[in-house]
Structure formats: structure tokens, C-alpha cells
């Protein structure tokens, strides 16, 4: 969920860009979520001196908050034509979603914002056309890598320009603000190109048919699987909307010259197994995916078979491991093969380790170092880096610090509003507003709801009507958990005196406060209790 602001100026007449608008996505804690967005009420108060929005690359962690945001600011998006591309089609699929005007540009193209001059640097990842930013203004240069790793052969594109990239460290860097992501593996990522060749091998001495899980936006992957299986002389089947969708964008663009054309899933039955590869999203576990669906034989016109391959060209996204576990295991009981990295090399990282880190430090030459994208561990890591490195201001920043980079030392100086929106079905709003932490709650008690008629004398006309929802059938001893609550419900107005009744509240109160205990006494539990008293 990546979103930087960078401001120059005076602080009553600052002027600001953007860089990168991204999103996350809910776990368990949040049921009903969809996705998790930045909170940008400070960026909305300065929308008047906001001079653009620059994305670094098309990872949804970096772009995917746009079409939601974008309508409450309203600025100029700069983008490369394939983040544009997969920003459109997005667009598509989303009824009522903004059309965005966006300013092409590709790595080496220089283009001003205001006070800022963007430079957009070549780099490797995983995915088409990242670039870090170099943002200059005449306080100085400050180096946004963006996400980034150093690949000599990388399966799409060049590699991270070290040239440009010296120079630029040769004319001053005030600061860099780098990658953290892996600041706690040493050593040196593995190349694209060696993970493309161990794929190769694996597809070539499969037996039965082949299932490759990815990110669907590793262009370059999905490239070296569907070249993997031309050789093999196997056809390539393509699963999953956003897979589809990448690689339409990614065709259009030229990314995928040279390769036979791609199948879809009606074309399934027509393909021998030993003639097959499946290219297919749901890498991370997601239940509606297409390998979740293939893993519970859902898939109205796909199927897997014993002795089929499933291979997880990926890596597990913190917090998304037990739905992962889930579906390998459904897979193994019956009878398809699971492998993943570790066992061969079938996934490699497209951020950096320590060693390249260190490059990237001896390259630039940063006067202030700024750890990002990372948790805590990360970012510390990092930070213990720069400083072995020589950087001489080192400053571990957080979640809205807001850093001074120039005039004087790099400190923190300043703390805005920060936090986090949430994607309701339709609506957008704060914990709060959309009521996730009462559903939060109601998904571990449950609730019950109480319907209670008083006569007009203030008698019950009849036993307490009882919706129990998400509560259990009967007690410890078997007995009915409705007719307990219905009991507690007709007992906490039988103990209310006649003329006491008259007041609603004082009902709805006790009647309340006598269900959730009978439920506790029953359960252990104090589920959310709602009382409506009527009376006729």
C-alpha cells in the first residue's frame, strides 16, 4: 500500500507530488473487506498545490488504489504505457470507475512537475517497465527507487541501468529513498533467466499435464512458461481474469511476440494431458481463484487429474500462508504433485538482497538514507545498512513522519494524518463508517434479536420472539439455546413492575441485558443483542 508525498517550498506555499497510489488487501481481521487503501485526508487539504501523481510501476501495491482515490484529487497521473494499459483495462471491469487521463513517459524521459523534475531511471522487477525516479528540484536530487532489484538477464526489458545511475551519483544525491524488502536476505537475488531454464526442464520431463500458478502481472514469468511449453511442444491455456487481462495489455504492447497463441478454458477438452500447460492465477490462495477452483474440482470445464503437476511460481504473501497450505493439501490428497520454490528453483524475488543493496549504495551515494517498503524488521535492516555503507544521516521513518531533507540535517520534523480506508462493496470509508469492527465483533459472538409485545396494560401478549444467528443449537446439557433466551427474555418483563413498563427503554434494557447473560451463563460467550418492544 505504497504511497510517498514529496514536497518542496516554504510551508506556507509547499508545493507537492505523489508517488505511487497503491492498495492492500483484508485478511480475516476485516470480514467483508475488499480492499485496503491509504488515507489521503491530508493529501485532499493540500489538493490545491498537489502537482501530479507519478506510478512507479503497475504492482497493485503501488497503483491499485487509483481508479478509488484518483476522483478526490483529481490531478495529472504519469505513468509507462503498460501501467496505462493495465489501468484501462481495469477500468473496464469496473462499471462507474473514472477514466483517468494519464501522461505517458518510459525510462529516460524527463518531464517537470512544477518545482519537480522527474527523471524516470530504468529498472529491473517483476513485471514490464518499472523505473526508479529521480525527482530533482534546486534543493537537490533525491533518488525513489521504487521496487528494483539487479538482474543481468532478465527475462523482459534491460537491466537496471548502473550507468545512469553512477552519473547520477557522480553529479550529488541528497537522498535516497530504497526498497526494503528483502534487507534481511543476503546475498544476491537469482536471475529470471535461470529460474525461466529450471521451468523449462520441469515442463519438459512432466509426464502429465502442467499447472503453473503465478502473479498474474509477472509478465515476464508468464512469458518464459509459454516458451517453456512451445519447446515441449505443449499448448498453453490461460486462467483467471487478471492473468487474462495482463497478458491481453502485455500482447498489445509486443511483450509476448514470437509465442503461439494462447487457449482458453472452453478449449480444455481438446488437449491431450501431456500436451498441456495451464497458466492460472490464484498463487496467493485466494478462494475464488482458478486454482482454489481446481483444487475443490469446481471448475465447470477444467479439471486436474493424478499425476498432474501443480507448480507455485511464487512466493507466499505474509498472511496468506493457511489458505496456501489448504489448497496444496487438497491437491496432494488427490493424487497431483505440488511443487514449489525451495524444492527446485521455480520463483525468484524481484527485490533486492544485502549485496545488491550495497551496489545500489556504491552506485548513488546518498547523503540521507530512508528506508521504505518494508515492515519493521526491514526496515531496520536496512537502515543498518546504509549506515555500514557510509551514508552519513541515516533517518528510520514511519508510517506519516514527515522528513526534512533540506535545509540542515535529514530529521523528522512534522507527523500528518495517516491511516486507513476500506472497501466496502460499494462504499469507502474509515473502520467506523463502514461498521467493520461491530461486524468484527457479530463474527465472534454472533447476534441475537429480540421482538417483545406488551398489551396495553403492559402484559406480555405472548413469549418473546428469538433470531439467534451464529450462536449454537443447545447448552452443554442439550437444551434448546432459543427457548433458554426466549425464558430470559419473558422473565426480564415478568421482574419489571406494571407501571415501570410504560417506559420502552427501560424494557429494551432489561430485556437486553437478561438475554446476553443468559447467553454467556449458557455459551461463555456475550453475543450483540438487539431488543425491538412494540405494544398494542
Known amino acids: 500500500m505504497n504511497l510517498a508525498l514529496y514536497g518542496y517550498g516554504p510551508e506556507d506555499d509547499r508545493q507537492w507530488i505523489v508517488v505511487d497510489c497503491g492498495v492492500s488487501f483484508a485478511g480475516p481481521e476485516m470480514p467483508g473487506v475488499d480492499l485496503v487503501f491509504p488515507d489521503i485526508r491530508f493529501l485532499e487539504e493540500e489538493r490545491h498545490a498537489l502537482k501530479g501523481i507519478v506510478i512507479t510501476h503497475a504492482h497493485e501495491d503501488h497503483y491499485g488504489a487509483l481508479l478509488d482515490l484518483w476522483p478526490r484529487l483529481k490531478v495529472p497521473v504519469y505513468a509507462t504505457a503498460f501501467t496505462a494499459g493495465l489501468l484501462a483495462a481495469k477500468r473496464e ?18 518531464f517537470r512537475l512544477g518545482p519537480f523534475e522527474i527523471e524516470a531511471i530504468n529498472v529491473t522487477h517483476s513485471i514490464p517497465e518499472p523505473v526508479a525516479l529521480a525527482i530533482r528540484t534546486e534543493a537537490g536530487t533525491v533518488i525513489h527507487t521504487g521496487d528494483w ?3 543481468p538477464t532478465p527475462a523482459l526489458g534491460a537491466p537496471t541501468d548502473e550507468k545512469r545511475l553512477r552519473e547520477i551519483g557522480d553529479a550529488g544525491v541528497l537522498a535516497m529513498i530504497c526498497d526494503s524488502t528483502n534487507a ?9 533467466s535461470e529460474v525461466s531454464a529450471s521451468l523449462a526442464e520441469i515442463i519438459r520431463n512432466a509426464k502429465g ?6 502473479f498474474s502481472s509477472n509478465v515476464g514469468r508468464i512469458r518464459s512458461v509459454a516458451a517453456a511449453a512451445r519447446d515441449a511442444d505443449r499448448q498453453v491455456l490461460l486462467m483467471g481474469r487478471s492473468m487474462k487481462r495482463v497478458v491481453d495489455v502485455a500482447t498489445e504492447l509486443g511483450y509476448m511476440e514470437g509465442l503461439p497463441p494462447f487457449l482458453g478454458e472452453q478449449d480444455f477438452g481438446y488437449i491431450p494431458p501431456e500436451k498441456a500447460v495451464i497458466i492460472l492465477t490464484g498463487s496467493q490462495g485466494e478462494p475464488r481463484a482458478a486454482l482454489a477452483r481446481l483444487s475443490r474440482d469446481e471448475h465447470p470445464a477444467v479439471s486436474l487429474s493424478k499425476g498432474d503437476l501443480v507448480i507455485f511460481s511464487s512466493r507466499s504473501i505474509p498472511g496468506n500462508e493457511k489458505p496456501i497450505i489448504e489448497i496444496k493439501n487438497a491437491l496432494i490428497e488427490r493424487g497431483i504433485e505440488v511443487l514449489e520454490d525451495g524444492a527446485k528453483l521455480v520463483h ?5 538482497r544485502r549485496s545488491e543493496m550495497r551496489q545500489m549504495y556504491e552506485w548513488v551515494r546518498p547523503q540521507i538514507a530512508v528506508p521504505a517498503h518494508g515492515e519493521a524488521a526491514h526496515l531496520i535492516a536496512h537502515a543498518a545498512l546504509a549506515r555500514e555503507m557510509g551514508v552519513k544521516e541515516v533517518v528510520a521513518a514511519r508510517n506519516g513522519r514527515a522528513i526534512r531533507l533540506s535545509p540542515g540535517p535529514g530529521a523528522i ?4 494524518p495517516v491511516g486507513r480506508l476500506y472497501k466496502d462493496g460499494k462504499l469507502i470509508g474509515t473502520a467506523e463508517e463502514m461498521g467493520i469492527i461491530e461486524r468484527r465483533r457479530l463474527s465472534f459472538v454472533g447476534h441475537i434479536s429480540v421482538l417483545v409485545e406488551l398489551t396495553a396494560k403492559n402484559a406480555l401478549r405472548d413469549d418473546p420472539e428469538i433470531v439467534a444467528l451464529g450462536l449454537p443449537e443447545a447448552d452443554e446439557e442439550g437444551d434448546d439455546m432459543e427457548d433458554i433466551l426466549i425464558d430470559a427474555a419473558a422473565g426480564a418483563v415478568d421482574s419489571i413492575p406494571p407501571q415501570r413498563r410504560k417506559d420502552v427503554e427501560t424494557v429494551r434494557e432489561a430485556v437486553r441485558r437478561a438475554v446476553r447473560f443468559a447467553a454467556y451463563d449458557a455459551w461463555g460467550k456475550k453475543p450483540v443483542v438487539t431488543v425491538f418492544v412494540s405494544r398494542s
Open 413 to 416: 520534523v512534522d507527523e500528518v
Open 93 to 110: 471491469g469496473e462499471p462507474g470507475a473514472p477514466n483517468i487521463p494519464v501522461q505517458l513517459f518510459k525510462a529516460g524521459d524527463r
Open 149 to 151: 532489484k539487479i538482474d
Open 348 to 352: 525468484v524475488s524481484g527485490h533486492p
Open 209 to 214: 499435464r502442467v499447472a503453473v500458478t503465478t
Open 184 to 192: 534481511l536476505r543476503d546475498g544476491v537475488s537469482p536471475s529470471e
